[in-house]
């Protein structure tokens, strides 16, 4: 399917969710250099939003495209790791205005928008539904970089329910091109700045437990944000630590983008499957791994979850 489809067009435009994360970019720019260097003649251009400091080591970010300067019209729209159009942002005019549309996503709320889809919930990671189209003998360490660097996050380093005998396969093949995986973890997934410490430190000391033990939840203001000097994407991790709490089957953690309007990201363990109530509040993502936009108080955001994360806790009970 995407032989057929890179084969068809001259020009390409690939892009992915609002507030980038390493699946989103691993996948992006993973294909986008898979394309450069075995179609020459076609021309590839990656639109996404301001990505962090510790992935711009991935080749060729220094080339992504974080607006739309004049409105071109693309054979191709190549849509990885995005649920629906609204999660494209800024790019969803030229995904509509491309002669073809290609989506490639694991993210269970993905109703199939594009002319062809290629979505499979189960899989780990968009990396990895990626690595498995492209032809294996022609993947460079370049593009192994890249997308591994989606697999290892999007599984938590390999620890999530996610990660399959598959998934073990794709990072094996990728490690075989030569990439250092150690520095790659260790730079984009465990190193933290100081600040990023002193937030998820905080995000701890101030935390609340309730329906007995089984969830958690914090919550960080936007001035609070602007006294620790950090931004959104410095919040990476804070709910799946959090969850890390003994007893704990979901944790809640919220951040303030306008006044009382918060971003809530939720993990789970084994009990409840987050993307159904991340959908109930127009949000979505992954069984595990899910989150929406609501407006109010953190109060008012734990009073209307405590209610549908008790429905399911009462069915597994």
Do not use: W
Request: glycine letters at 8%; hydrophobic letters at 35%.
């Amino acid at each position: 399917m995407l032989s057929r489809m890179l084969k068809m067009a001259d020009t390409i435009a690939i892009g992915g969710h609002i507030r980038p994360d390493g699946d989103c970019i691993g996948s992006c720019m993973g294909l986008s250099r898979y394309i450069k260097e075995n179609y020459s003649d076609k021309t590839v251009d990656v639109y996404l939003e301001e990505i962090p400091e510790k992935f711009r080591f991935i080749k060729e970010t220094e080339n992504i495209r974080h607006e739309v300067c004049d409105e071109k019209n693309y054979d191709l729209f190549i849509c990885l790791d995005c649920g629906d159009i609204e999660r494209l942002g800024f790019s969803g005019t030229l995904f509509e205005n491309a002669e073809h549309t290609l989506c490639i996503d694991h993210h269970v709320s993905n109703q199939g928008f594009a002319q062809e889809n290629h979505i499979v919930p189960d899989a780990s990671s968009t990396s990895e539904l990626v690595y498995y189209l492209l032809d294996k003998e022609r993947v460079s360490v370049d593009v192994a970089e890249a997308l591994y660097v989606g697999i290892a996050h999007d599984t938590g380093v390999f620890q999530y329910s996610c990660t399959s005998p598959s998934t073990m396969r794709a990072a094996a093949a990728l490690l075989e091109t030569g990439l250092n995986a150690p520095k790659i973890i260790r730079d984009t997934y465990y190193e933290k700045t100081y600040a990023q410490h002193q937030v998820l430190g905080r995000a701890l000391l101030e935390s609340i437990m309730f329906l007995d033990g089984k969830c958690i939840a914090s919550y960080i203001r936007a001035r609070e944000m602007r006294f620790f000097d950090v931004d959104r994407s410095d919040l990476d991790g804070i709910a799946s630590q959090m969850r890390n709490t003994k007893g704990v089957e979901v944790a809640i953690f919220m951040d303030e983008i306008r006044p009382n309007v918060y971003k809530v990201s939720l993990r789970s363990g084994d009990r409840v499957d987050v993307s159904v109530i991340a959908q109930y509040f127009g949000g979505g993502g992954h069984k595990r791994a899910a989150g929406f936009t609501l407006t109010g108080t953190p109060y008012d955001v734990i009073n209307n979850l405590s209610g549908q994360i008790e429905l399911q806790l009462e069915k597994e009970a």
